[in-house]
């Protein structure tokens, strides 16, 4: 370990400084992951497959992928990054386009968002989120100064945006335009931007996020299902009233692991968006709290560690940070909410916990990259010193 | 300004305070909308409501299956037993068109029968798809994974003996409940109670958990029956033989336990096979022995005897004249097959005179006569409790006509059951004692009752042997070892529009052995032989001989006649053994 770190960072060496306070809340949150995906996965996969470790078997294989990519991205220095992270985001846009080609992208459930690439399925808009924030973190660090008083670089941030929205819409995909939307109204937020521009901006992201609710009646019906779901349990609002059926039998403590009677098909596919609430059935409102607990730690950890940066004006890594935080923040609120019934049925995934290659192997490379800033801190602390 | 700018540059505490807040305001929401699904009480949707709707989707009260109680013979071999059996059932609203192809295939019927099954029931969410499968069957109907199937354990009946005791069991209908025949006399006995238990499911309506035992099932009681099916097995294959070989529209066989007054066998023909009823013929399904009535003819004629005897008019000795072999009486005319000359009783009973028992008759009275019939048993309920038994007819007038006395006397103007006629003839194989008949084991206490005093029985049966000897009417009857006491019967029988009908007739054997100490009655009723031969010395006796033979053998009793080749090989066995 030692020695291979130091071949990779000939220049900056000694990067074997892992912060636990992150990296184990990751690795118990990927863990409880490993757990309840062989818990509500079995049954369904029986199902459709004939095959009860199917997805159990693929989880695995992509846990085992992450945590080596965690690894590389741990060892990768940070301005590699945010030098590479324009072309990337346009690479990832190409890709985004791509996915929309008839006859080239996956469709599953209605929306088109993969792409098969050598046997493995790639989901474009979650590689996407990671670029993004790369590319908007390095983008406002370069033009900080000129932001504070002048809004107009901020012009190709949005037309980029834009452009990326309306892909993802085309999928469709709102989960992400939500979380990237809200993402980069958090980042603006604190780059120091003048308040009337910030105001503006928040108010054209309500008036478009409620035309597009608007515009397709397949999204209305999801946003005013949630709201009643029992009134339309056999229809529209089945997969969540099937949720909400697992909360209640969950009660303090959980029917226990295993246990579960919702993930009996009564909720299908429970591995992917519905994960937590096959959990909160299995282990109760108890373990609800420790779960949220530990997301709220994680994530704690890394937004004081953006504060860390901003104020050493290492803007690029305070940024970055600071968009990794909140959309870790953001997408884990998305998920638990829908789970719950708290908002719109949309398919998010729960970050290091649900099934889903790509948003576990994304997670992770961020996670890496987090840990790798946790690192130099330390060091540039012991420096200080 | 450039202090300003300074300052400005440096990240704004505040925005970072403000961002937080939204960020902790994230969780904190979950926490509560997730307190209000699983721990908070009294909540319009809360989790008293979550639980009740998920109990109301996957907690069910299933039956769980009993099987009904077994038939048994009185060695406990087994005449009918439940066995488990898998149905499968559909839901014709969740079978998908797509799937009738595969389906169809496996429940071996054409893709269009299954079709229009389906269509025809379209409104219905519950038919049966296939029945009485074996585990094996059912399961590779199932591993299609076809929508809207599910399996069902029932109990399917089997029949071991199948058409040899078709009539006596009965049937179940497709409930498992009792049809025909035992079964369904004694349904409430035999069935078993289903039980109801808890259970959780998954959406296929597959079983994941056991909750609780609401109500245990309860098997049925097994019923133990008198019959012994080996003589059952003997009577009943005779009886078939003996059909076939006379052509005769059907027949019965009835064997009684003198000392108890159980029912050992009671056959009839035709029979069906009760385990596959594809060809039931309904006129195969009654237990002629109990439900079918006939006149009982000449079989009634030891009884007269009785009647003779008891009213102190005429004794053993006692000479009828009966020639010129022809007697008118009023308008009717009744005619002995030869003249017979004088005759004593004995005669008059072996040689079967209608003569000489009209000349008894019409110098007895009319009520004492009919009395006598009454004792034995005639006209009166058996107590079997067997669905569609017959009481028989035994009628009584204020006045009687000459010639309905005198035909009274000799069988006819009254009608019995074969098992009554059997139960008549065990008062005399009692020596005057009346038991009641039974069919099921240990019954309890016998109610026993003297209709005859033990002398007059034993005169009768002593004239009832001659008839089964050389010289009697019922000498076919005779069987090797033991001795006999019976009396033949040819009947005219009865025609559609009334009257008699001169070409049809029904042969019978009543009778008892051994004679000297009596063990086993037998009924024999042949019904339309029609191969020339038709008197019941004929047709019935030999059967008589043949299945009571049987049947002491199988009861091991012990002969009480000499023959002379059994004394000759007795000798040789002692000479052997002294040399």
């Known amino acids: 370990m030692i020695s291979k770190s130091t071949m990779l960072n000939s220049k900056d060496n000694n990067h074997v400084n892992i912060d636990l306070s992150i990296f184990l809340p990751a690795l118990f949150l990927i863990s409880i992951g490993i757990v309840m995906i062989s818990s509500s996965s079995l049954s369904w996969a029986q199902y459709k497959f004939n095959e009860p470790l199917f997805w159990i078997k693929r989880h695995t294989f992509y846990v085992l992928l992450s945590l080596t990519l965690m690894f590389f991205s741990f060892h990768t220095p940070v301005r590699v990054w945010r030098k590479y992270s324009f072309p990337l985001l346009m690479f990832c846009i190409v890709l985004l386009g791509i996915v929309l080609l008839p006859g080239i992208g996956i469709e599953r459930n209605g929306s088109q968002r993969w792409i098969n690439v050598f046997g493995f399925t790639l989901q474009v808009s979650e590689w996407i989120k990671l670029s993004f924030i790369a590319f908007v973190a390095h983008y406002l660090a370069d033009n900080r100064v000129i932001l504070l008083s002048d809004p107009k670089p901020l012009i190709p941030i949005f037309l980029i945006f834009f452009l990326i929205s309306f892909l993802l819409i085309l999928e469709p995909d709102f989960g992400s335009f939500v979380l990237l939307g809200f993402t980069l109204i958090s980042i603006l937020f604190i780059s120091g931007i003048k308040l009337r521009y910030f105001l503006i901006l928040s108010l054209l992201a309500i008036i478009s996020f409620w035309l597009l609710a608007e515009s397709s009646p397949y999204r209305l019906s999801r946003i005013t299902s949630y709201l009643d779901p029992w009134s339309q349990r056999f229809s529209s609002g089945y997969q969540l009233t099937q949720a909400l059926i697992a909360f209640g039998r969950g009660e303090w403590f959980g029917v226990g692991l295993g246990q579960s009677v919702q993930k009996m098909l009564y909720l299908p596919e429970a591995h992917t968006d519905f994960v937590f609430a096959i959990f909160a059935e299995e282990f109760g409102f108890f373990g609800v709290l420790i779960l949220v607990g530990t997301y709220c730690f994680l994530i704690f950890r890394i937004l004081s560690l953006s504060w860390f940066y901003l104020n050493k004006k290492d803007y690029f890594s305070g940024f970055f940070l600071l968009g990794v935080g909140t959309l870790f923040a953001g997408q884990t609120f998305i998920n638990l909410g829908v789970n719950s019934g708290l908002l719109p049925t949309k398919g998010l995934t729960l970050p290091f916990l649900s099934y889903g290659g790509n948003s576990l192997l994304v997670s992770c490379i961020m996670l890496g990259m987090v840990l790798r800033l946790a690192s130099d801190m330390r060091e540039s602390k012991e420096v200080g010193k | ?579």
């Open chain 2, 1 to 579: 300004m450039a202090a300003n700018k300074a300052k400005r540059t440096s990240a704004p505490g505040w925005r970072y305070i403000l961002l937080s807040l939204v960020l902790v305001s994230l969780p904190i929401s979950i926490i509560v909308k997730v307190a209000y699904l699983q721990i908070l009480p009294n909540h319009e949707f809360g989790v008293d409501f979550l639980k009740h709707q998920g109990e109301i989707r996957s907690v069910r009260n299933i039956e769980i299956p009993a099987p009904r109680g077994a038939i048994l013979d009185r060695y406990g071999k087994p005449l009918a037993i439940s066995t488990p059996v898998i149905d499968i059932v559909g839901n014709p609203q969740k079978i998908k068109s797509a799937d009738y192809r595969r389906l169809s295939k496996a429940l071996n019927i054409s893709e269009k029968e299954l079709q229009d099954r389906l269509t025809l029931y379209k409104e219905k969410s519950f038919i049966y798809l296939a029945r009485h499968l074996s585990d094996a069957d059912a399961e590779a109907i199932l591993d299609l994974e076809v929508e809207g199937l599910y399996r069902e354990t029932q109990y399917k009946r089997y029949y071991p003996a199948g058409e040899v005791t078709a009539q006596l069991i009965g049937i179940t209908d497709y409930q498992d409940a009792g049809q025909e025949g035992l079964e369904l006399a004694f349904n409430a006995w035999l069935k078993g109670e289903r039980g109801t238990r808890k259970v959780v499911q998954d959406v296929k309506s597959r079983v994941i958990n056991n909750l609780s035992l609401v109500k245990p099932s309860k098997p049925g009681n097994d019923l133990e029956l008198s019959i012994d099916l080996r003589i059952q097995y003997a009577a009943y294959t005779e009886l078939k033989k003996a059909v076939k070989q006379h052509k005769a529209q059907g027949g019965s066989i009835v064997i009684l336990d003198v000392l108890t007054g159980e029912i050992l066998a009671m056959a009839n023909q035709p029979s069906f096979n009760p385990n596959n009823r594809e060809s039931l013929n309904q006129m195969a399904l009654r237990n002629r022995a109990i439900t079918d009535l006939i006149e009982p003819g000449s079989t009634v004629k030891p009884f007269t005897m009785l009647a003779a005897l008891e009213s102190g008019q005429y004794q053993l000795e006692s000479l009828i004249d009966t020639s010129p072999g022809y007697l008118k009486v009023e308008y009717k005319t009744f005619v002995d097959p030869v003249n017979y000359g004088e005759l004593d009783l004995r005669g008059v009973l072996s040689k079967s005179s209608q003569v000489g028992t009209t000349k008894i008759a019409l110098n007895l009275d009319a009520h004492e006569m009919r009395d006598v019939f009454s004792r034995v048993g005639f006209g009166e309920y058996l107590g079997s409790g067997f669905p569609g038994e017959s009481m028989g007819m035994l009628p009584s007038y204020r006045d009687w006509h000459p010639v309905t006395q005198a035909t009274f006397a000799f069988g006819y103007g009254l009608s019995a059951s074969p098992l009554q006629l059997a139960r008549a003839y065990g008062v005399l194989a009692n020596n005057g004692l009346k038991k009641d008949i039974k069919l099921l084991l240990d019954e309890g206490e016998t109610n026993v009752s003297r209709v005859f005093s033990s002398d007059l029985s034993k005169t009768v049966n002593n004239m009832l042997e001659s008839v089964v000897s050389e010289s009697g009417t019922g000498k076919n009857a005779m069987i090797p070892h033991y001795r006999v006491a019976g009396k033949t019967a040819t009947l005219h029988k009865v025609k559609a529009g009334g009257g008699y009908d001169e070409n049809k007739y029904v042969s019978a054997f009543a009778g008892f052995s051994p004679a000297s100490n009596p063990r086993v009655v037998t009924v024999v009723i042949i019904d339309e032989p029609s191969e020339g031969k038709y008197f019941g010395g004929l047709v019935a006796a030999p059967i008589f001989s043949k299945v009571t033979e049987r049947a002491l053998q199988l009861l091991r009793i012990s002969p009480d006649k000499q023959s002379s080749s059994w004394v000759n090989h007795e000798n040789l066995e002692e000479q052997g053994k002294s040399s």
